[in-house]
């Protein structure tokens, strides 16, 4: 391990997340100050319907504009089982449900600063079941648009979501494998 945790101490906490700062020491002996950001573990959902995806625009407050991206959030809470998370928040942010979930992988979301894992499923066979949007969701609006114009957003950078990019990046290189 190149850099060893002296101390450990807990700044902020709030019902989203946990702020906290470690004393640390680099693997040249220099010490210093490594703060982290503690998330429980989320999901992003690639929700497909023949050649149809499904996204989420919202207006997001660090950015102070409105993104467009797939469908992703958490539930506040360590222990989670992936797909259940998966389908709850599908069902949340589009109000659809899927006859099939199939996991694609997790990834670590901005691992400089966040602990955060999310989980990948590709969502299919969706049906409307009615959203259930959280409070501080109150001004998501559901899009579609075609594969292909979906990838012109990612490329154009009318998309800039990495969780998006990601999950796609994962979702293109798993489809192609079950194509081998």
Known sequence: M????????E?????WLRLREDQIERSNGTQGIYSVVDKDPCA?????????IYLIEQFRYTIQERSLEL?????????????????????????????????LGWMWIAYGFTRQKQFV????????AGADPDP?????????ASIAEFEVMLLDGTIRDVCTL??????RLWKERQRG
Request: proline share 5%; charged share 30%; no cysteine.
């Open 11 to 15: 700044i902020y906490r709030n019902p």
């Open 44 to 52: 992003v959902i690639i929700p497909i319907e023949g050649d149809r």
């Open 121 to 128: 499923y590709l969502a299919t066979g969706l049906t409307p």
């Open 71 to 103: 469908p992703q959030g958490g539930w506040e809470t360590e222990d989670v089982v992936a797909e259940e998370l998966a389908r709850g928040e599908l069902r949340e942010e589009t109000g659809l449900e899927a006859a099939t979930m199939t996991y």
């Open 136 to 144: 501080e969701e109150h001004d998501l609006e559901l899009r579609t």
């Open 2 to 9: 190149s850099i060893r945790t002296l101390s450990s101490r």
């Open 166 to 171: 990601g999950a796609w990046g994962l979702y």
